[in-house]
């Protein structure tokens, strides 16, 4: 059974915005300077590019991820805040600066609306036979389960994200539209969203972003069978291939979430997970409730561990 928590360890960890900033906030609402005590806890360059936004909503999205991501490595290695230096590769990933001998910690961080997460993969500290040996990538992805083409139909947003789907993805949503009413609807936009997030996890695990065609991404998915999931292990819900062969040293995770209580409404979420490991065989496996290496972290946390409280 493929579960997390052999070496190297997956971890997912989420922040809900809206915990962190109790109170409606207008997504009109331009950028102030409530955010300049939690913007001291950050490197200079996260303060950059935070401040770049016009509108506070999608500056606090921003600044959670920051913190998040400083929050996860500081606990998960041990190690003081102020210890940590993030930089970016060549095509833009952020990526952790570590010490000779130190443990393998790769990062990625997602955020949609009310959501923010960051995936990490510890591996232990590399052999002195391959210091510079990079780690196992993670990547992820979190979207709400909703239109995200406001004022379309189902049917115009799966059309216009197309091109993007390879045809045996475009012929698994076709079936899914034979059938009639809100229900097909429904079946058919989860299925097009976990397709997309899965995608997305994969090329932000491998950097490649823009530079890699989508349609060479490929899953192939049987979502909405009957079959029980497996504990930790999930449920076999399909596999993924990269330019028509199999990902061999990936396993993908899609986990339903709940993003929480947004203006008296309950959300839902996908969350995917690209997970490099040498036992994957590009397997997709479905949770259906949130496992124990997926958890919730609060402001507080963090501030108490960047202001040296724990």
């Not at 001998?101 to 995936?119: E, I, K």
């Not at 490929?218 to 062969?245: A, Q, Y």
Request: charged content about 30%; glycine content about 10%; proline content about 5%.
């Amino acid at each position: 059974m493929a579960t997390p928590g052999s070496t190297p360890s997956l971890a997912v960890h989420l922040l809900r915005v809206n915990q962190a900033f109790p109170g409606r906030v207008d997504d009109r609402a331009l950028l102030d300077d409530s955010l300049d005590p939690l913007l001291e806890l950050v490197d200079d360059q996260s303060r950059v590019d935070v401040r770049k936004f016009r509108f506070l909503a999608d500056a606090r999205r921003c600044l959670c991820g920051r913190l998040l991501a400083r929050h996860v490595a500081s606990s998960r290695l041990d190690q003081p805040w102020s210890s940590l230096t993030f930089k970016k590769s060549e095509r833009g990933r952020p990526y952790l600066a570590r010490g000779k001998g130190a443990p393998l910690l790769d990062l990625n961080t997602s955020h949609d609306g009310n959501l923010v997460a960051v995936a990490s993969l510890l591996s232990p500290a590399a052999s002195s036979a391959s210091p510079s040996q990079p780690p196992p990538r993670v990547g992820v992805d979190v979207m709400r389960i909703r239109n995200p083409w406001e004022g379309t139909s189902v049917s115009e947003f799966v059309s216009g994200i197309a091109e993007q789907l390879a045809p045996r993805e475009r012929s698994a949503l076709s079936r899914l539209g034979e059938g009639a009413g809100t229900g097909s609807d429904a079946q058919r936009l989860r299925h097009a969203l976990a397709l997309w997030t899965l995608k997305e996890a994969f090329v932000k695990a491998t950097a490649e972003g823009l530079h890699r065609d989508l349609l060479e991404v490929e899953f192939e998915l049987e979502l909405f069978s009957r079959s029980s999931e497996d504990g930790e292990g999930g449920e076999m819900v399909g596999e993924g291939r990269l330019e028509g062969r199999r990902m061999d040293g990936w396993r993908f995770w899609l986990v339903d979430v709940d993003g929480g209580e947004l203006e008296s409404e309950r959300t839902a979420y996908w969350l995917a997970v690209a997970e490099q490991t040498s036992d994957g065989t590009g397997e997709v496996r479905r949770l259906r409730r949130e496992p124990e290496w997926v958890g919730a972290v609060e402001l507080a946390e963090i501030e108490a561990r960047a202001r040296g409280a724990s």
